[in-house]
C-alpha cells in the first residue's frame, strides 16, 4: 500500500515560485514512479510531469517545461515540483500519484502510459494578479 502527501500549494501573485512536495510512505516507498498533475475547475485531469529513481526517468507531458521542474529526494522519498513565472492559468489542484515501478524498464513504460494507481489528497494553487 502507497500513501502519498501533498504540501507547498498556496497563494501567490503572477510571476511568483511556489514549490510543492510529495512525501511518498509505504511498504516500498522507493520502487514507484510519481507524477504531479493538475486540474482545474471545468477542465480535464492534466498531466505535468513523471519521475522515477531521482531522475533515472524524466517525462513532461505539456507546455509547462519552460516553467516547472520535477526533482526526487530518494532518502526523504519526497518528490517535488518546482514552478516558476507562475500564470493565473496555472490556479488548480496540484495532485501527486504513483505506481509501482520496480526497475527502469517498468518505469519507461509506466511514465508515458500516465495511469497511476495511487492518489494524493491534492494542494490547491492559485496564481492572481
Known amino acids: 500500500q502507497v500513501q502519498l502527501v501533498e504540501s507547498g500549494g498556496g497563494s501567490v501573485p503572477a510571476g511568483g515560485s511556489l514549490r510543492l512536495s510529495c512525501v511518498a510512505s509505504?511498504?516500498?516507498?522507493?520502487?514507484?514512479?510519481i507524477g504531479w498533475f493538475r486540474q482545474a475547475p471545468g477542465k480535464e485531469r492534466e498531466g505535468i510531469a513523471a519521475?522515477?529513481?531521482?531522475?533515472?526517468?524524466?517525462r513532461y507531458f505539456g507546455a509547462v517545461k519552460a516553467r516547472f521542474s520535477i526533482s526526487q529526494d530518494k532518502v526523504a522519498n519526497t518528490v517535488y515540483l518546482q514552478m516558476n513565472d507562475l500564470k493565473p492559468e496555472d490556479t488548480a489542484m496540484y495532485y501527486c500519484?504513483?505506481?509501482?515501478?520496480?526497475?527502469?524498464?517498468?518505469?519507461?513504460?509506466?511514465?508515458?502510459?500516465?495511469?497511476?494507481?495511487?492518489w494524493g489528497q491534492g494542494t490547491q494553487v492559485t496564481v492572481s494578479s
Open positions: 509505504g511498504d516500498s516507498p522507493e520502487n514507484l514512479c
Open positions: 519521475i522515477y529513481d531521482a531522475g533515472r526517468v524524466t
Open positions: 500519484a504513483a505506481e509501482v515501478c520496480t526497475d527502469q524498464i517498468q518505469a519507461l513504460t509506466v511514465i508515458p502510459r500516465g495511469t497511476y494507481n495511487y
